[in-house]
């Protein structure tokens, strides 16, 4: 037997075993899911398989990698070359590449992701003279989004009286003509959003059956990580591709299904084997990540949801330490008992940042964390803040260099068209665009024939040369690129647009910084053609980087090597695992969430997120709630959350800060632990009353939440308030 296949126990090899025709494992967390898929697809090539007809679906870019690198130690690194793997959108955006032309795109389209989305989505709003505060651009934009992800195009949108009256219900019946007019904006941009990447998948498959029949040749073997996460979208482009030979793989487990907000659909998973009558199913128990203590602790969470398929997940680790929960009275307390505890037990058990995690229910939970670990000198790293291709200046440079191949990507041109500053004004612009619009032509289509049209759109002969410079030297980009890398090219943009200059001129702190991001980008460009190179996959193409660049999830940026306490949202933490896991904010309102109070099956959903939380942890989960939160710009009371009791005392530690100390605003006075031992006071069955909502904010919970694939974030909004926080941290 290969070595690999005794690193499995039984079921997991039979699961890895069973090659041809349907396959599901539904099963616990830390059961080796994950697992068992890699293996498989190593086990596949070794049996003779072509790695190009091999297709493996994850949930971030970064499992992909870390699977592939699996799979060389097993198969040798060229054979591993060729698998496609990687999330549904960069698989898909890959296959667009090729096919969108079919749809009237061009292939160099540009992916908009969620700022570039949200701009285009004002311009619509304003363009319609619609009122803001009623067609709220973010919603407008997740309203869309659940209409593409359900493939609802803006025809099948008009053609449905149901929708219609829902959104005239909503107040908002001039729904259908934003969606058409973003729509449009996009395609006449050369540009997709992320929604569209699995909308036009669907659409050249459906269309086009010699498409499908080319990629369902291709892919003879398909498998799907986190199945129960999918959403319609998703659904069928893997049933259409599996539909030939049927030798679809899918893993996940419906007790952690959390996407349901960004419409993924557990009913995926749950009909597999309706959807094929012949399926094997696997159904993993052992469970190798955590200690008993956790597993059963976890189990007693998760038996409290009706909607669940029966599950016995058992370990035989050891049984562990008892789960400490801590009593803070404030979030500033909270944030320092979690630095304090880091730094405990880092000396205690001799452990590194990077064995630790904070795992919160919404990202504004992170600034006192951050403040707390930054005062004990803890470096940590943010998953899901600003991603660095989102930051000001590293968008400025990509945005020429999205120009430069798709000229036609609006965003990109007025996002660059007067930066640096050359004299190129808002109503110079403006008249430029209604002249566009009246032509029925791209902006860079009248800027392209100036001479032509100049005359004809009003503005005077100064304007008109600025203009002309402006597109010249775009142009002399353009003629650059067919001959040099896009490193140097890229490097030549800085320079020449005055965009390194603009930024060396500026001895700010910030503006060090962002220069030095600029040098990150170029930097990153260089690497990407030598990487390229190396590969040999001849003329390393500026679409493709600007691909992954669009692509990139809060994943994948940055170090990933980095000795640091990873901070990030329960959402963005499925399928990881750390030693010691932190779950601040157990309290009622935040975690279950007061968006997801109003019927069993949202709180159902909040229990599955918090048992994801709980199942990450491998050595030890540290629980923590606060009686009191800054929230809103108010301080509220707060009330342990329901899930602390839902689990048996018996795997709980309570423990409580010394009580009684002077509180002040912001929080607690002086630094109350230092680096001593946390006193612990041993608590038996905390008095837990259940209220379901709190008496000091009544918010009227929004429907559909903000949508965004990578985004791991579950949004908090609130009707009448502002967004709290966003993917951008705005
Ligand atoms: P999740 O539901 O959280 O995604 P999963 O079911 O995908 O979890 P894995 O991540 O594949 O579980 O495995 C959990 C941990 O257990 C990993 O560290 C993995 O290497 C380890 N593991 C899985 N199976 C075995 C095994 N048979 N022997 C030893 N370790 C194993
Ligand atoms: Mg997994």
């Known amino acids: ?49 072509d790695s190009f007809n091999i297709l493996a679906l994850t949930f971030t870019n970064k499992a992909a990698r870390e699977m592939k690198e699996r799979i060389a130690k097993v198969v040798g690194h060229s054979e591993a070359k060729n698998l496609w793997m990687g999330t549904f959108h960069s698989i898909f955006a890959r ?16 992916i908009y992701d969620q700022q570039d989305a949200l701009s285009v989505m004002r311009k619509v709003i304003t363009d319609l003279q619609l009122d803001k505060d009623i067609y709220k651009p973010k919603q407008m934009l997740n309203r869309i989004s ?9 025809r099948a949108y008009f053609n449905n009286p149901e929708l219609i009256e829902a959104d005239e219900a909503a107040m908002k019946p001039k729904t259908g003509e934003v969606y058409r007019a973003y729509v449009e904006r996009c395609y006449k941009s050369g540009a997709m959003d992320f929604d569209d990447l699995l909308l036009r998948t669907n659409e050249v498959l459906t269309r086009f059956p010699e498409v499908l029949a080319k990629y369902q040749d291709r892919f003879r073997y398909i498998m799907v990580d986190e199945y129960q996460d999918t959403n319609h979208s998703q659904y069928l482009i893997v049933k259409a591709l599996a539909s030939r030979f049927e030798n679809l793989c899918v ?23 309706k959807d094929y009558p012949d399926a094997k199913s696997f159904a993993l128990e052992q469970n190798y990540r955590s200690t008993q203590n956790i597993v059963n602790a976890a189990n007693d969470i ?35 008992f979690i630095a304090s505890r880091i730094f405990e037990i880092k000396m205690r058990d001799q452990l590194n940042n990077n064995d630790f995690a904070v795992l919160y229910r919404t990202n504004a939970q992170s600034r006192a964390i951050e403040e707390a670990l930054r005062k004990k000198n803890i470096p940590y790293r943010i998953f899901g803040g600003i991603s660095f291709y989102q930051r000001k200046e590293v968008k400025d440079l990509i945005s020429y260099l999205r120009l430069l191949i798709n000229t036609n990507d609006e965003e990109a041109l007025l996002r660059v068209i007067n930066y640096p500053k050359r004299g190129i004004g808002l109503t110079t612009i403006q008249k430029l665009t209604v002249f566009a619009d009246e032509q029925k032509m791209t902006l860079y289509e009248v800027l392209e024939n100036l001479s032509l049209y100049g005359p004809r759109t009003g503005l005077n002969g100064g304007t008109l040369n600025k203009l002309h410079n402006f597109i010249t030297m775009l142009q002399s980009f353009q003629v650059k690129l067919k001959t040099h890398d896009v490193f140097e090219v890229a490097l030549e943009v800085a320079k020449q647009t005055g965009l390194l200059k603009e930024l060396r001129d500026d001895d700010t702190p910030e503006g060090i910084s ?13 690497g990407f053609v030598e990487e390229q190179q190396q590969l040999d996959e001849g003329n390393p193409s500026l679409a493709n980087f600007l691909e992954d660049v669009a692509l990139a999830t809060d994943m994948d940026n940055e170090d990933e090597d980095a000795d640091k306490v990873a901070l990030m949202t329960v959402h963005l933490a499925k399928g990881l695992e750390f030693p010691i896991v932190f779950i601040p904010g157990l309290e009622e309102n935040l975690f279950p969430s007061m968006m997801n109070l109003n019927t069993r099956l949202e709180l159902e959903e909040e229990r599955r997120l918090f048992y994801v939380a709980l199942t990450r942890a491998e050595k030890q989960a540290i629980l923590s709630y606060s009686v009191s939160r800054q929230r809103w710009g108010k301080i509220i009371d707060a009330e342990p959350s329901r899930f602390l009791e839902e689990m048996d ?30 006193p612990r006071f041993k608590k038996k069955s905390q008095p837990i009353k259940k209220k379901l909502t709190n008496t000091t904010q009544t918010l009227r919970p929004l429907k559909q939440a903000q949508v965004n694939p990578g985004d791991a974030d579950h949004q908090t909004i609130e009707e009448g308030y502002t967004v709290v926080h966003d993917r951008f941290g705005k």
Do not use: C
Request: proline share 5%; no cysteine; aromatic share 8%.
């Open 251 to 273: 893993v996940g487990d419906d007790a952690q299904s959390i996407y349901a907000f960004r419409g993924a659909n557990i009913r995926n998973i749950l009909g597999f084997q």
């Open 1 to 49: 037997m290969s070595t690999y296949l005794s690193e499995l126990n039984d079921v997991q090899r039979q699961a890895v075993e069973a090659l041809e025709g349907p396959v599901m494992v539904i099963a616990g967390a830390g059961s080796g899911k994950t697992r068992v898929l890699t293996y498989r697809i190593a086990h596949l090539m070794n049996n003779g398989v």
């Open 302 to 336: 998760i038996a409290k949801n009706k909607d669940q398929l029966k599950k016995d997940v058992w370990t035989s680790n050891d049984e562990g330490k008892t789960i400490p929960v801590y009593r803070a009275l404030t979030d500033i307390d909270e944030a320092r």
């Open 95 to 110: 296959i667009l590449r090729v096919e969108a032309p079919l749809l009237g795109y061009p292939s160099n389209f540009t």
């Open 146 to 154: 659940q209409f593409k992800n359900n493939l609802i195009t803006v």
């Open 649 to 678: 005392d018996k795997y709980l530690d309570w423990e409580n800060p010394t009580p009684m100390l002077p509180v002040n605003n912001s929080g607690l006075s002086g630094d109350l632990f230092g680096d001593k031992p946390v």
């Open 514 to 526: 962002r220069l030095e991001n600029i040098q990150e980008l170029l930097n990153s460009l260089q």
